[in-house]
């Protein structure tokens, strides 16, 4: 398989084809020998020599691999044998494996990955997993795409899998994570001998002492977005191991390499290595480049001041008004607004996130956003709006930053989006239609645009919208979720038999109504009224 390789897809099917092209026409010459009575002395030797080869091609397991370099990577292309066919046994991937293939995996093994050894009858092979928590959702359905298109693994999409914490009194609360599993592969048995020992006869996780090698920049862009958080101390790693001898392996390869400063911390037991404020700026120049999108925001400078930790923008802001609580001080909020223009913030109490924004009355605006209808509506499509919805008034706090003319609103307020970042913020760049009014040559512009120059803004429009996943994989995501959510957030319908107390527990009122052959307003009904359903008692969990 072509893994990497500009154009490998054209080298794939040109091999494949002339193949395919050379049997046919061994087929062809045998025939006509065989037509022709070519077999026959003089020629029986070399028929015969002719037909043992044929017979060891056929017969022969594979086609010798050969290897192609391309940037200094090493690629193979195996004709009979492909990664991506789950049934291929373990020892048939031979690879060889690029160097940024194997750098994700074993970076991830100091983070979240994990190997386990498959017992073989001919040897044994290894195969490589990971799990992410719901709130890494993002990252983990990326690096499943990366590891399917290369043929690494059977599923587009991880796998949702339920998870029990248990301690030893009480079972806690259920959770989900998403797992990604991997092939099982002989030719990576190497990196499960590496990084498991034997110690005191059970298999002890260690850091081998050559990771500094795979420790490149893609790598420790993996190892960041797996398991990178930020504190006031820095950019903490938790990294799983809790030898120190591991942790300074890892800790002197960061400043050895790269000129990243860290420290060892020791969190309630566990050992973390701590990524120095002062390094972050090395950092994110050296793996930027590799990181998804989403998880910008773990390398974001705006989170960090000069002499370590979060910067609180909170402290150097004072506020001309502040209405701790949006929904019971409405009235007040509208009333002493009335015919003033300035900057406003939304403060979500609960997580934080904020949104600010300008009017040149902020009164008007304010009864705008306490009106239903208007947050309500699906053609404003905002993130401010949606979360009043979901938290409430009550969950609100409602600041007014400084009052301005209405000449300065826009300067105002992008210097407040540049310095607080609001999260529930569309686009971070301010600005309005406020008092503007187009020229008349602007006016005829846009009355004169032909049929087909808007039809090109569509187009072009739409290729900025267009999501970065096919249609199959846009639809296995939302299977998903929808599986997710049906399992976390649905109320489950229970019908206990009253004679054997027997219960059959539905994941929702579709289920319920489908496999008991009932309406769903016939199960609201016995809900409402607890009376018996023939012979079952009908409840909600």
Known sequence: MMRDVNNG??????????????????????????????????????????????????????????????HNKCIQYNSSSYFSKSRTKALYRIGPHNKEVLSIIICGMLGDWWADQIKGQTSPSVRFSIEQGINNTAYIHSLTL????????????????????????????????????????????????????????KKTKIIPSWIGEYITPIGLAHLVMQTGSFKSEGLILCTKFNDMNDLNLLKNVLIDKYGIDSTILNHSGKMEI????????????????????????????????????????????????????????????????????????????ETGKSYVGSSANLSKRFYQYYSYNHIADTKRNMHIDRALLKYGYSK??????????ISNLIEREQYYLDLLKPEYNILLRAGSSLGFKHSEKTKLRMKTKTPEHLIKIKNNIAKLNASPFPADVRAKITAGMIKFNVLTKSKKVVFTNIETNEKLVFNSFRDASLNMKISRNTINKYLVSKEIYGKYKITLT
Not at 17 to 29: C, I, Q, R
Not at 162 to 178: I, P, T
Not at 297 to 311: E, Q
Request: with cysteine; proline share 3%; aromatic share 18%.
């Open 274 to 349: 701590c990524i120095k404020v002062e390094s972050i700026p090395l950092l994110r120049s050296i793996i930027h480049p590799y990181m998804y999108p989403e998880l910008y925001y773990l390398l974001d400078s705006n989170h960090l001041n000069t002499t370590g930790g979060y910067k609180n923008y909170n402290d150097q802001i004072k506020t001309v008004a502040t209405y701790d609580d949006a929904d019971v001080n409405k009235e007040l909020a509208v009333k002493e607004n009335r015919g003033k223009s300035g900057i406003y913030r939304w403060i979500n109490k």
């Open 9 to 70: 897809w054209l080298i794939r099917y040109l091999h494949s084809n002339t193949a395919s092209a050379f049997f046919f026409l061994v087929y062809l010459h045998i025939g006509r020998n065989i037509y022709y009575g070519s077999y026959r002395a003089p020629r029986t030797l070399v028929f015969t020599i002719g037909v043992v080869i044929f017979i060891l091609m056929m017969a022969k397991d594979k086609w010798p691999n050969w290897m192609l370099i391309s």
């Open 396 to 405: 609100f706090k409602l600041e007014i930053l400084e009052y301005c003319e």
């Open 146 to 201: 990366y590891f399917y298109k290369l043929g690494y693994c059977s599923n587009i999409t991880p796998h949702l899998v339920k998870k029990s914490d248990k301690d030893s009194a009480r079972e806690l609360e259920d959770r989900f994570n998403y797992r990604l599993t991997l092939y099982t592969f002989t030719s990576l048995l190497w990196i499960y001998d590496s990084f498991y020992k034997d110690v005191n006869g």
